[in-house]
C-alpha cells in the first residue's frame, strides 16, 4: 500500500537558505522510488510550490494556497474555493486605511497581485523567497476579479497581531491565520491543509493511517491534525510543540530526512 508524505515548504522543505538539501531531496525520492508519492502543501501559489518541488520531482500533486486550491499530478483542480472579490476589497480597504506599512497581496488561480508604492520592498523580499514574480494592482483591479483564492498580508509581526485580532471578529466567513511571524494569510472560511490533505487522501485511496505530514506553524496545524503521523519541525514555536509528540531537527538540519531514514 502506497504511503503519502505531505509536506509544508517555508521552514519545513527547504532550509533558511530557500533550498532543499540533497540530503532531504534525496530522502523524498526514495520514498518516490517505492512507489510512495510526495505532495508539498503551502500558502504559496503554485507556480511558488513548484520552484521547490521542481528541485525533487518533475510533477506532483499540490495543495496550495492552504488548501484552495488543490492540483493532482497532471494538474487538474481537484478543489477550487474562493472569497469574493468584495470580501478581498473590504481587506484591502482595511490594509490601505490602516496605512502602517502591512503590504497587502491578493492571489487569483495563478496571479499574483499587490498594491505597489512604499511597501514595494517587503513584497520584492516575498518574490525572491518564492521565485515568482507579482504584477502592481489597485483596490480598482481587484474588484474585476472572479475570486480570490487567498489574500497575505505582510508586515511587522505585532502589526500584524493587531490586525488578526481586529478582521476576525470582523470577518467570521474568513480563516485569518499566521504562516510566519510577519505573515498574515486570509482565506475563505473551510479552507485549511488539513482539508486539502483529506482531498488528496481520498483521490489516492489511501487511509490517513498511512499519511504522514511535516509542518512548522499555525497553519500546518489543520493538516497535522487529520493525519495519523504528523511531525513538526524543531524550528516550530514552542506553543506547537507542546500538542504533537513528534518532533524531528529544525529545517536546517534535515528534519524531514531524519524522519523518512527512521521508516527505512
Given at each position: 500500500?502506497a504511503k503519502?508524505?505531505?509536506?509544508?515548504?517555508?521552514g519545513?522543505?527547504i532550509?533558511?537558505d530557500?533550498?532543499?538539501t540533497?540530503?532531504t531531496?534525496?530522502?523524498?525520492?526514495?520514498?518516490?522510488?517505492?512507489?510512495?508519492?510526495f505532495?508539498?502543501?503551502?500558502?504559496?501559489?503554485?507556480q511558488?510550490?513548484?520552484?521547490?518541488?521542481?528541485q525533487?520531482?518533475k510533477?506532483?500533486?499540490?495543495?496550495a494556497?492552504?488548501?484552495a486550491l488543490v492540483?493532482?499530478?497532471?494538474?487538474?483542480?481537484?478543489?477550487?474555493?474562493f472569497?469574493?472579490?468584495?470580501?478581498?476589497v473590504?481587506?484591502?480597504q482595511?490594509?490601505?486605511?490602516?496605512?502602517?506599512?502591512?503590504a497587502?497581496?491578493?492571489?487569483?488561480?495563478?496571479?499574483?497581485?499587490y498594491?505597489?508604492?512604499?511597501?514595494?520592498?517587503?513584497?520584492?523580499r516575498e518574490?525572491?523567497i518564492?521565485?515568482?514574480?507579482a504584477t502592481?494592482?489597485?483596490?480598482?483591479e481587484v474588484?474585476k476579479l472572479?475570486?480570490?483564492?487567498k489574500?497575505?498580508?505582510?508586515g511587522?509581526?505585532?502589526?500584524?497581531?493587531?490586525?488578526?485580532?481586529e478582521?476576525?471578529?470582523?470577518?467570521?466567513?474568513?480563516?485569518?491565520?499566521?504562516?510566519?511571524?510577519?505573515?498574515?494569510e486570509?482565506?475563505?472560511k473551510?479552507?485549511s491543509?488539513g482539508?486539502?490533505?483529506?482531498i488528496?487522501?481520498k483521490?489516492f485511496?489511501?487511509?490517513?493511517?498511512?499519511?504522514w505530514?511535516?509542518?512548522?506553524?499555525?497553519?500546518?496545524?489543520?493538516?497535522?491534525?487529520?493525519?495519523?503521523?504528523?511531525?513538526?519541525m524543531?524550528?516550530?514555536?514552542?506553543?506547537?510543540?507542546a500538542?504533537?509528540?513528534?518532533?524531528?531537527l529544525d529545517?536546517?538540519?534535515?528534519?524531514?530526512a531524519?524522519t523518512?531514514k527512521?521508516?527505512?
Amino acid at each position: 500500500m502506497a504511503k503519502l508524505f505531505f509536506s509544508d515548504i517555508d521552514g519545513t522543505l527547504i532550509n533558511s537558505d530557500l533550498q532543499v538539501t540533497p540530503k532531504t531531496r534525496d530522502a523524498i525520492r526514495q520514498q518516490i522510488v517505492k512507489g510512495n508519492v510526495f505532495i508539498p502543501v503551502s500558502g504559496r501559489l503554485p507556480q511558488g510550490i513548484m520552484t521547490v518541488a521542481g528541485q525533487i520531482t518533475k510533477n506532483c500533486p499540490l495543495v496550495a494556497y492552504n488548501g484552495a486550491l488543490v492540483l493532482d499530478e497532471m494538474g487538474r483542480p481537484l478543489n477550487s474555493q474562493f472569497m469574493t472579490a468584495a470580501q478581498a476589497v473590504k481587506i484591502c480597504q482595511y490594509v490601505e486605511k490602516k496605512n502602517n506599512g502591512i503590504a497587502w497581496n491578493v492571489y487569483s488561480g495563478y496571479n499574483w497581485y499587490y498594491s505597489p508604492g512604499n511597501n514595494e520592498p517587503i513584497v520584492k523580499r516575498e518574490e525572491q523567497i518564492v521565485n515568482v514574480e507579482a504584477t502592481p494592482s489597485s483596490i480598482a483591479e481587484v474588484k474585476k476579479l472572479q475570486g480570490v483564492h487567498k489574500m497575505l498580508l505582510i508586515g511587522e509581526p505585532k502589526l500584524l497581531d493587531e490586525a488578526q485580532a481586529e478582521l476576525t471578529p470582523q470577518y467570521p466567513e474568513l480563516y485569518i491565520v499566521k504562516s510566519a511571524p510577519n505573515l498574515l494569510e486570509v482565506m475563505i472560511k473551510g479552507v485549511s491543509k488539513g482539508n486539502g490533505v483529506k482531498i488528496l487522501a481520498k483521490e489516492f485511496n489511501v487511509e490517513l493511517k498511512d499519511c504522514w505530514a511535516f509542518g512548522d506553524n499555525y497553519n500546518d496545524e489543520t493538516m497535522l491534525e487529520v493525519v495519523a503521523n504528523p511531525v513538526l519541525m524543531g524550528n516550530a514555536p514552542q506553543d506547537l510543540k507542546a500538542k504533537f509528540s513528534q518532533v524531528t531537527l529544525d529545517n536546517n538540519h534535515d528534519g524531514i530526512a531524519a524522519t523518512l531514514k527512521e521508516l527505512d
